[in-house]
């Protein structure tokens, strides 16, 4: 089946709920046995058998074997959120003396984590150039257990050269995680660019409807998804089943709602870089941004995700009327959702191993679903206020 099938099929069994097409949502704390024979079997199996509610229920496993499949990998674990999912694999994959390193273009809650609860650990990260490529090899040391990338980064966009660094990574005995939840598992197959582990903040694209925080962890290796499986179940970390529902739900419209974000996206991309208040637009689809042409060979689309970087004379306060003046553009932390976002966004003050190259203000921009005209005519407005505020 080709893809756009799969994602209407895979983990729907009408079949076994009297014809019903979408798998019902199973409550479950208990789960009860007819015997102690197979309560003990259950047991023996307790990873993969669904024996008690925090380990999965028939909705948990319809919704992370549909993920499984959209990223290309064999299993898939569902945590109750995007953090989640990445702080459970690096508690799962690290311990005390060993070393990371982690892009700088990172999600910040991520550094945070890695600065404070890891380094409080006895785990040490460092931080890379988001374009280091093969470089990335001259960083590893004996310790060195994984390589944590995203690409793009969630707020400056950089594409990482993921081939180079697994390359350098495989070499160094060391593993591959990769924040994928911009392409949404859509866009980019990373366990063909050598990525060992996939994450996404499913909250965003997947669940699509900005109604329930959702995180995903999925693998291609059998013996990684164990090790993580059972790392993640003794924290006692588990997705509730109504959130793996929304999860399905937003799966099955995932890809006319790409299309619709893609093309709504690169419209606005294009015209705002024709703006004189505009240095550049962040946007990896554009063939002005510096890693287009790595963005060409990983990804098959993009989304309606950006930065917008102003002039250098304009000032935070005219930024800050830009995005006042948005209507249709609500200020909101998250993405991937129908609706329209915008917020301020610093990159450089949060960089530790990469020079930020733009002295201007910066937002972050996600277009939804609206009308692209309406969007325009917003935006509009918004660098009129900017304008306005800068005389």
Not at 339 to 347: D, K, Q, T
Not at 365 to 370: C, F, I, K, R, T
Not at 379 to 389: D, F, I, M, Q, S
Request: charged share 20%; net charge negative; with cysteine.
């Amino acid at each position: 089946m080709k893809k756009d099938t799969r994602l209407t099929t895979v983990g729907r069994k009408p079949e076994d709920n009297h014809g019903i097409v979408n798998p019902p949502v199973y409550h479950a704390s208990t789960v009860t046995f007819p015997s102690v024979a197979a309560l003990e079997e259950s047991q023996r199996h307790f990873l993969e058998s669904i024996h008690y509610g925090r380990f999965g229920t028939p909705t948990t496993r319809a919704f992370e074997e549909a993920v499984a499949d959209l990223e290309g990998g064999s299993r898939c674990i569902s945590l109750p959120s995007g953090l989640a999912a990445i702080t459970a694999t690096l508690l799962a994959l690290v311990k005390q003396g060993d070393h990371i390193l982690v892009t700088d273009s990172v999600y910040f809650p991520t550094r945070k984590f890695c600065d404070r609860l890891l380094a409080g650990l006895g785990i040490k990260t460092t931080y890379y150039d988001p374009r280091i490529g093969s470089g990335i090899a001259e960083l590893m040391r004996p310790e060195t257990r994984l390589i944590f990338t995203e690409s793009p980064g969630s707020l400056s966009f950089e594409i990482q050269d993921l081939p180079a660094i697994a390359a350098a990574a495989h070499a160094g005995d060391a593993l591959v995680v990769l924040d994928n939840t911009w392409s949404a598992g859509f866009y980019m197959q990373a366990f063909e660019l050598g990525v060992d582990i996939s994450i996404q903040a499913a909250t965003k694209f997947i669940v699509g409807h900005s109604d329930a925080m959702l995180g995903t962890v999925t693998v291609n290796d059998e013996a990684l998804y164990f090790r993580l499986k059972e790392q993640i179940v003794m924290t006692g970390n588990c997705a509730g089943p109504d959130d793996c529902y929304l999860g399905l739900r937003g799966l099955r419209s995932l890809s006319p709602r790409l299309a619709r974000h893609q093309e709504s996206g690169l419209a606005l991309a294009q015209w705002l870089e024709t703006r004189p208040e505009v240095a550049a637009v962040l946007h990896p689809a554009l063939p002005s941004f510096p890693d287009h042409e790595l963005w060409k060979r990983d990804f098959t689309g993009s989304v309606g995700l950006f930065g917008v970087v102003f002039q250098d004379h304009v000032s935070i306060i005219a930024r800050n009327a830009f995005l006042d003046a948005l209507e249709h553009f609500a200020l909101g932390y998250s993405w991937g959702g129908y609706e329209s976002l915008a917020i301020p966004a610093n990159p450089a003050s949060i960089r530790t191993a990469s020079d930020w190259p733009y002295k201007g203000p910066c937002v972050r921009l996600h277009v939804g679903l609206d009308d692209v005209a309406d969007l325009r005519e917003d935006l509009e407005k918004g660098l009129a206020a900017l304008n306005a505020a800068s005389t």
